[in-house]
């Protein structure tokens, strides 16, 4: 069965320090997709990356990173020099692929609230 | 821009009483799904649908159902309202088109309150 695990309900950090929030996941598929969303106090659930099993290199964007590791079925994400605005839910889902026509159903992990202290 | 429009942001209903929430996205998505968010439990899919007047069940789909009749407007009922249906509730969107599984594109979301 699918499943994603965030085991760390909440963090609260300093701004400026670096944060990693972890996200473990469960599959039988060899093909699948796994994503982050944001989640800021309004409401809006923002997307931020989509990765394939295919592609393990790891991405950067900005002070956002994310590491994808097929051998511990990770996919954490990285925060550098964090700040206020960077306060939100953050949630990491997977979807299995399908065939042409997919209908893309996220399995979502419960989420980790992050609050970035000024 | 994606846009994913949800007809409300704040909805009190009594017990009992049938509640529609609306959704309409103005991307030609082919998907729209239907999700609640509890405190602790993350979002659990609803409902969801991949074609005009295609219905498929999520993970929790008692006490709701849907409809769409338009590809752009996605409609959830609560068929009677009951207090456990207090929630958040989402509303996406995602395209089948471009390779692999597209993202999906989220409303601001509708907090329904069951009185």
């Known amino acids: 069965a699918q499943k994603v695990t965030q085991a760390q309900t909440e963090i609260s950090v300093v701004e400026k320090e670096d944060v990693t929030l972890d996200c473990v996941y469960e599959?039988?598929?060899?093909?699948?997709?796994l994503f982050w969303y944001k989640q800021p106090p309004s409401g809006e659930l923002v997307f931020l990356i989509r990765r394939n099993s295919f592609d393990e290199q790891n991405e950067i964007s900005g002070r956002y990173s994310w590491n994808f590791q097929k051998s511990t079925s990770s996919f954490n994400f990285t925060i550098t020099a964090s700040q206020v605005v960077d306060s939100a839910v953050y949630f990491c889902?997977?979807?299995?692929?399908?065939?042409?026509?997919?209908?893309?159903?996220?399995?979502f992990g419960t989420g980790t609230l992050l609050a970035v202290q000024p | 821009d994606v846009k994913v429009t949800q007809s409300s942001r704040y909805l009190v209903k009594r017990t009992g009483e049938k509640v529609f929430l609306e959704c309409v996205q103005d991307?030609?998505?082919?998907?729209m799904f239907w999700y609640r968010q509890d405190p602790g439990l993350g979002l659990r899919l609803i409902y969801f649908?991949?074609?005009?007047?295609?219905?498929e069940k999520g993970d929790i789909p008692e006490g709701y159902s849907v409809s769409r009749e338009k590809k752009e407007r996605f409609s959830l009922i609560l068929e009677s309202a009951s207090t456990n249906q207090t929630s958040m509730y989402l509303c996406?969107?995602?395209?089948?088109?471009?390779?692999?599984?597209?993202?999906?594109?989220f409303g601001d979301g509708t907090r329904l309150s069951i009185l």
């Open positions: 996406a969107s995602s395209t089948v088109r471009g390779m692999g599984n597209q993202p999906q594109h």
């Open positions: 889902a997977l979807s299995e692929a399908g065939g042409g026509g997919a209908t893309n159903k996220l399995i």
């Open positions: 991307m030609d998505h082919e998907n």
């Open positions: 649908s991949y074609d005009v007047k295609m219905k």
């Open positions: 599959t039988r598929d060899t093909t699948y997709y």
